[in-house]
């Protein structure tokens, strides 16, 4: 079956600091990839996407590339910031059905 | 992007008793609802999906009968937690699309109801 891993958090890093949050995905035949941004106390947005191998997903200077030779689709930004905060989620996308990753929070300090 | 609300966004209850998740779109009509749980530090776990007017279809091991999903109207849908119990405290998210939901559909999410069983 499908299956989305994530690294383990929380993430702490400060201000300014680059971001790496690693995400692998199992799928069969040729998923969609998402990053999705949970606020505390808000449900979650769309981050970015992707839909084919070698697409590049970016929104809100995050990016995320859709390795399709390695599985992953690793989310990167080059400066956090401490409205960064929150969790993030790794998911895929086959048909109408999203599997998620297990979410990792990141915590940006001043 | 549109936007879903959630109702309540925590609700504390007796065991024994059922609950019910309300789930809106607000600026679009939602011909399919996704319900999920998610356990803490785990992922979300699609329980089941609605499409207006149709019967829920559930996902494997979810009980139909203890999670009545309602989606009677192009803007609502409902999850009754019935009889609940302390194992059924969990946090509960709903998502919404419209149109013919394909791989290029957005799903939205809303903002998610923690329920406590005591």
């Known amino acids: 079956g499908n299956s989305v891993t994530q690294m383990e958090g929380p993430v702490t890093l400060s201000e300014e600091a680059f971001l790496t949050i690693n995400c692998t995905y199992t799928?069969?035949?040729?998923?969609?990839l998402f990053w999705y941004v949970q606020y505390p106390g808000e449900g979650l947005q769309l981050l970015l996407k992707a839909t084919k191998a070698d697409d590049k997903g970016s929104n809100k200077g995050f990016e995320a590339t859709y390795r399709k030779e390695t599985t992953s689709f690793h989310l990167e930004k080059g400066s956090v910031q401490v409205s960064d905060s929150a969790v993030y989620f790794c998911a895929l996308r086959r048909y109408s059905t999203l599997t998620f990753g297990k979410g990792t929070m990141l915590l940006v300090s001043p | 992007g549109a936007v879903v609300s959630q109702h309540p966004s925590w609700v504390i209850c007796k065991s024994g008793t059922s609950v019910k998740i309300e789930c809106r779109s607000l600026?679009?009509?939602?011909?399919?609802m996704f319900w999920y749980r998610q356990f803490p530090k785990q992922s979300l776990m699609l329980m089941a999906t609605s499409n207006e007017g149709s019967k829920a279809t559930y996902e494997q091991g979810v009980e139909k009968d203890k999670f009545l999903i309602n989606h009677a109207s192009l803007t609502l849908s409902t999850l009754t937690v019935t009889s609940a119990h302390p194992e059924d405290s969990s946090f509960y998210i709903c998502?919404?699309?419209?149109?013919?939901?394909?791989?290029?559909?957005?799903?939205?999410f809303g903002q998610g109801t923690r329920l406590t069983v005591v």
């Open positions: 600026d679009f009509q939602a011909t399919t």
């Open positions: 998502s919404a699309a419209g149109g013919a939901f394909d791989m290029n559909t957005e799903a939205f």
């Open positions: 799928a069969t035949g040729y998923p969609s």
